[in-house]
């Protein structure tokens, strides 16, 4: 690999013919297509076929499976209508990835011959080999038995491929015995959970006529496009999905440039692609938009129901990725692929409510007499104050960590900003009344008659807090980019449940005591702001003033996964699970050892990968360089030109330097002997992690020493900037 390869990914990009997209199609002949939807069960299902079903989806009502093979014809029918030939029930394993079984309609029959058939029992519960999902060894190794059952609330739809097109429907994943595999079944049980808890707050407070209350998420998913040509020379970007070398461009972000500019068109036209796909499969695409970082990007929807906008999240990066491969790019997921520059999260816009009481976490124009907004939201701090670490916990990967507590992220201490409404929480502890003053939307007026005066909302936006009121929901901004948001809504709404159980024992025994609602409502809010108000913070989390602030409140700074996950095992998140119904003690265990160990992997695929690039890519290059110079010396001296060294003698150490770190680094990795594996992680963390970034400041330092014509990787120039 030399800068021949380099300069031939160049000449195919720049020589790359423009590709073009179909006409934009009106978005009502594009709009769930290729969904099996209310609307198109309502026209191929029997009136009462349709009628329980769709209570099952919005009311919650049990499934009744004696309609199951007549759904599971019309479904049938419908998709191979459209071309389908397979089925897959797709479920969503412990990996942040998608998994999916391919099963065709096709039963033999006695004469022979064959027919197309798909039965309420194939629809209702599959089989996939569970053998080698992680199980974080809730299971004996020798037990390979899985199913797999049908989400109703979830619709099916016909994934298309360039090889077909197959028949998808969303599942829960669980073992022989019960355990739960998957993401999407605790997700479900959280949503149960919260429902109860929120109805029986909502009747406390008055309320009679009650519909499902389900949590809802619009999660902003940002993204980077490499050229397939580079990303193809880089073994790193392939197989780790980050860049582990690369010298710092002479120009990054800090021009702020890239940021919401003109988007590129060979990226828009694949832009559109993808939208055209999402809408077909009725994921609401809102925004698009170039991000800040060159060459990076974001997507954002609409909000839907938690468990469909998880599913649709998935979707979402699967699109995003094969689109890429369509259009020549890779389409990188993880939370850091260049060092210097912004990473990528995925923020997650999180609120509750139901189609009678609407949005809970909506303050409206008067939020102080706003009783169901002010307890939801006070129900929310106490949450995040309990379970602050518990937060921490569900973002944890080995890529988020390169991304958390930077400059372009929010830090690892768990924080909740509120605005104005931190005034408002404030006066009414302070004063013991809903009738307080408190600052609130405003207007600017810009100057001109001919602008308009614009609305201000009552307070701006903190992108250094982790999690933020922002108008009408909570943006959770620590979420890596490449992760299932199945974990933190589990999370959010179990964590939520369980202070609105609290909230309702302590509004019945003010209530029992013949106080008027609004002031139990204002006892409630002394209560919990009371105890818990040491979570609320609106400066700057980048800070080193913050940091020191939240110590002395108490308050957990988990800089790393190490850290972090363990917090899955302590005695006060398993109460929380375990009195929620949403996850057992053991389930917790399961799901410690299976990110434990995704994460330990994760590092030592990078290790190896490091000395193996560090060794046979640029060593070599290294070796030339001098070589060439050594030989160009020697010769100009012998013809008595005098030539400075201290270049050659500069690459000579570099060289010798990066040598013996990569020694270092592999004496380090041969280290096997772990008691725990807590201590396991720790390692990787604070011992292997530093000693890849010793052997990456020294070829970094190479690639800006070594000949252009002699550096074998693409650089960071060639990547972020040629489209």
């Known amino acids: 690999m030399t800068y021949e390869s380099r300069a031939q990914a160049i000449k195919q990009i720049t020589e790359r013919e423009s590709m073009s997209v179909d006409s934009p199609s009106r978005l009502e002949e594009l709009w769930a297509v290729d969904v099996f939807s209310l609307s198109k069960m309502k026209q191929c299902l029997p009136k009462a076929v349709f009628k329980s079903l769709k209570q099952t989806i919005e009311a919650g009502k049990e499934l009744d499976v004696s309609i199951a093979d007549t ?50 029992k194939l629809l209702v519960q599959g089989e996939p080999d569970g053998s080698s999902f992680p199980n974080g060894g809730i299971r004996s190794t020798f037990r390979a038995r899985g199913y797999t059952a049908w989400d109703v609330t979830s619709p099916a739809y016909v994934m298309e491929t360039d090889n077909g097109l197959t028949l998808c429907i969303p599942t829960v994943f669980v073992s022989w015995s019960g355990e739960a595999l998957d993401k999407k079944t605790p997700l479900l049980r959280s949503i149960a959970a919260m429902n109860k808890s929120a109805n029986r707050v909502l009747k406390l407070l008055g309320n009679s006529d009650i519909a499902t209350v389900n949590s809802s998420c619009g999660a902003e998913q940002e993204y980077f496009l490499v050229d397939a040509h580079f990303a193809n020379s880089r073994p790193d970007l392939l197989l ?36 055209k796909k999402m809408y077909r499969l009725g994921i609401p695409a809102k925004t698009r938009h170039n991000e800040v970082a060159p060459g990076q990007f974001e997507i954002a929807p609409i909000f839907e129901a938690a468990n469909v906008a998880s599913d649709h999240q998935q979707l979402t990066m699967t699109v995003l990725r094969q689109t890429a491969k369509k259009h020549g790019f890779v389409c990188l ?13 995925k923020h997650v816009n999180w609120s509750v409510g139901n189609p009678t009481q609407g949005n809970l976490l909506d303050p409206g124009e008067s939020p102080h007499t706003n009783l169901q907004f002010l307890v939801f939201c006070a129900a929310v701090i106490r ?28 830090p690892a201490i768990m924080s909740v900003y509120l605005g104005s409404l931190e005034e408002l929480f404030d006066n009414i502890v302070a004063e013991g009344t809903l009738n307080v003053q408190y600052s609130h939307r405003g207007e600017i007026n810009l100057g001109v008659d001919t602008l308009p005066t614009l609305t201000k909302d009552a307070d701006d936006r903190n992108r250094t807090c982790p999690f933020a009121f922002t108008g009408n929901r909570f943006e959770f901004r620590a979420v890596g980019s490449s992760q ?61 003033e913050w940091h020191n602030i939240a110590k002395e409140r108490g308050l957990a700074n988990l800089p790393t996964t190490a850290d972090a996950l363990p917090v899955l095992k302590e005695q006060n998140t ?47 290059a290294a070796m030339r360089h001098l070589e060439n110079i050594a030989t160009t010396v020697t010769g100009l001296e012998g013809m008595g030109i005098s030539l400075n060294r201290d270049h050659i003698n500069g690459v000579a150490y570099l060289t010798n330097s990066l040598t013996d770190n990569i020694d270092k680094l592999q004496s380090a990795a041969a280290k096997s002997d772990f008691g725990t594996i807590e201590e396991h992680m720790q390692y990787y963390a604070t011992t292997l992690c530093p000693l890849m970034k010793d052997v990456r400041a020294d070829v970094d330092a190479l690639e800006a020493e070594i000949a252009d014509d002699l550096w074998p990787l693409p650089t960071y120039q060639e990547m972020l900037f040629i489209k």
Do not use: C
Not at 91 to 113: C, L, R, V, W
Not at 383 to 410: C, F, M, Q, W
Not at 489 to 517: C, F
């Open 383 to 410: 949450g995040v104050h309990k379970h602050g670490t518990l937060l921490r916990a569900v973002i944890a990967s080995a890529g988020n960590d390169h991304r958390l507590g930077a400059n372009e992220a929010p």
């Open 574 to 620: 398993k109460e929380l699970f375990e009195r929620t119904g949403v996850l057992s003690s053991a389930d917790l265990d399961s799901r410690f050892e299976v990110y434990a160990e995704q994460y330990i992997l994760s590092i030592d695929m990078e290790v190896k990968l490091v000395t193996d690039m560090a060794k046979t890519v640029v060593y070599p």
């Open 484 to 544: 299932s948001v199945s974990g933190p809504l589990i999370a959010l709404n179990t964590m939520l449940a369980d202070s609105l159980t609290a909230i309702g024992d302590l509004l019945e025994s003010e209530l029992g005591k013949g106080v008027k609602i609004e002031d139990a409502v204002v006892s409630v809010i002394q209560e919990i702001i009371g105890k818990h108000r040491a979570v609320i913070f609106g400066g700057d989390g980048y800070s080193e």
């Open 333 to 345: 997921l993880h939370e850091k692929p260049f060092a210097g520059i912004n990473g990528s999260g």
């Open 71 to 120: 759904v599971a014809s019309a479904m049938k029918n419908w998709a191979i209508s459209k071309g389908a030939l397979y089925y897959a029930h797709v479920f969503y394993p412990m990996t942040n990835a998608t998994a999916e079984k391919h099963d065709g309609f096709i039963s033999t029959q006695s004469d022979g011959t064959a027919i197309t058939e798909f039965a309420g």
């Open 240 to 275: 780790a999905g980050r860049t582990l070398f690369g010298k710092a461009p002479a120009k990054g972000q800090e021009f702020d440039d890239h940021y919401f500019g003109a988007i590129p068109e060979r990226v828009q036209v694949f832009m559109q692609e993808v939208e």
